[in-house]
């Protein structure tokens, strides 16, 4: 086994990796918009769904789609 020195630092894979709000700015946190916020918990709902229903989120577009083709094809 070898012997390793008190002074000497362990090194991991995860040594030197910071969180990407720590590097912004100094540290100081970025603020966004209120409607950005909702924007992405909208986008992250909406992919939740995705994964979780695939059928019914391919049936809900295809409904849509059809939809929008016929309001389409009528102008």
Known sequence: MANSH???DNYT?????ES????ISGGAQATGSRLSD???D???VLRDVTVDTPRLTVGIALLVG???G???ARR
């Open 6 to 8: 008190p002074d000497e």
């Open 13 to 17: 894979l995860e040594s030197g990796i």
């Open 20 to 23: 990407l709000q720590d590097t």
């Open 38 to 40: 909702i924007l992405e």
């Open 42 to 44: 909208g986008c992250d």
């Open 66 to 68: 059809s939809v929008f």
């Open 70 to 72: 016929a309001w389409l």
